[in-house]
Each structure stands twice: as structure tokens, then as C-alpha cells.
């Protein structure tokens, strides 16, 4: 896995080993940041579910201003220090939160966080013909301290698998939809 843009461009990431993490798919990042462009840029940028932290990094090579990632797997977060710490990243910009998404986003709500950018490619869920879904992705949708950690005019980039049909909720206004694959990459904006 490699950074593909921004001044640590190239640069290849370490990864945990096995299937416990799914990295987002080189073209589905590059569609993710071709159609982020320059909101990137002096971002403050929240990674849920951040696995490797690779759209994090991605985010901090391509001029974020910082990034939070919360990663529950403490070998995971681990993995996520050593690669901010290489020489072409700017590693205090970076805050990893060996923690659950769903205990850390109250806890950031209730504190005034705010982020401009927030990515979550979370573990997809199964296919979910004739019932709602039960996935991650559909959990952050419902999530009510989400959208209080979004700042005004901030977009949040929702990955989950093609078979898992989710349900908007009124909370969230989807302004743009990619498919790669078995990949989707929806983006959200508060209402």
C-alpha cells in the first residue's frame, strides 16, 4: 500500500499482516481523494475504523492540518505510529485513539471536536436483501453524535460493500456516489 499523493507521494505504508484489516482498494482511494480535491487542504480530518491509517496519511501528505485516527486493535494502532513516524509525514500532526468508534464519538462530541473531513471504510457487513442493515457503515449513519463532530459545511465519506443496502438517515444529505467493484464510497454532508 503507498501514499499517491502530496509531498510523502509514493511512499509505501506498512500493514498489518492477515484479513483482520481491508484496505481501501488503491482506485477507490484515488476516486475518494480525485473528487475531495482541495477540501483536503488545511482540513482537520477524523478516520474511523482506521486500520493501516492510510486515508489519514493520505489526508497529512496532501496538506491536512491534522488527523485524528480511532482504531480499535491496539496491534493496528500500533502499526498506524510507526508509519506517521517516517520522515515524509508529519507524525504530530497525528492523534490515534486506540479505541471503539461508537464510545469515542460521544466522548469527542461532548468535548466540542469538530473535523472538516471525516472517512470511515469500516469492516463491510453482509448483504441485507428484505431487512435493514446491521452493518458498521449503517451504525455510523444512525450514530446521533456523528453529525455533531462534523463542522459546518464539512463532508464525511462513508465506505461500505455494494451488497449492503443502507438507509440514509434524515440527518445526512448524500451529494455524491462511487462505485468500484464490490466497493461503494458515498458522500454525506449534514442537513
Same mark, same amino acid.
Given at each position: 500500500? @503507498?501514499?499517491?499523493?502530496?509531498?510523502?507521494?509514493?511512499?509505501?505504508?506498512?500493514?498489518?499482516?492477515?484479513?483482520?484489516?481491508?484496505?481501501?482498494i488503491g482506485r477507490v482511494k484515488q476516486a475518494v481523494f480525485n473528487s475531495l480535491g482541495e477540501r483536503v487542504v488545511g482540513a482537520r480530518v477524523l478516520e474511523l475504523f482506521a486500520g493501516s491509517g492510510a486515508?489519514?496519511?493520505?489526508?497529512?501528505?496532501?496538506?491536512?492540518?491534522?488527523?485524528?485516527?480511532?482504531?480499535?486493535?491496539?496491534?493496528?494502532?500500533?502499526?498506524? @505510529?510507526?508509519?506517521?513516524?517516517?520522515?515524509?509525514?508529519?507524525?504530530?500532526?497525528?492523534?490515534?485513539?486506540?479505541?471503539?468508534?461508537f464510545a469515542a464519538l460521544p466522548q469527542m462530541a461532548a468535548n466540542g471536536q469538530q473535523f472538516d473531513l471525516i472517512l470511515a471504510d469500516p469492516p463491510y457487513g453482509d448483504k441485507n436483501v428484505g431487512r435493514r442493515s446491521t452493518s458498521f457503515a449503517q451504525k455510523l449513519l444512525d450514530d446521533p453524535s456523528l453529525p455533531k463532530v462534523l463542522a459546518a459545511g464539512g463532508r464525511f465519506a462513508l465506505g461500505h460493500a455494494r451488497r449492503d443496502t443502507?438507509?440514509?438517515?434524515?440527518?445526512?444529505?448524500?451529494?455524491?456516489?462511487?462505485?468500484?467493484?464490490?466497493?461503494?464510497?458515498r458522500f454525506l454532508e449534514k442537513t
Open positions: 500500500m @503507498r501514499i499517491t499523493g502530496g509531498h510523502a507521494g509514493g511512499r509505501i505504508l506498512k500493514v498489518p499482516k492477515g484479513m483482520a484489516v481491508r484496505p481501501t486515508l489519514s496519511l493520505e489526508c497529512l501528505s496532501r496538506g491536512a492540518k491534522s488527523a485524528v485516527c480511532v482504531e480499535l486493535s491496539s496491534k493496528h494502532a500500533d502499526f498506524i @505510529r510507526r508509519n506517521a513516524a517516517m520522515p515524509d509525514l508529519v507524525g504530530d500532526a497525528l492523534e490515534v485513539r486506540t479505541q471503539d468508534v443502507l438507509e440514509i438517515s434524515p440527518a445526512w444529505l448524500e451529494v455524491k456516489m462511487l462505485k468500484h467493484g464490490d466497493s461503494v464510497m
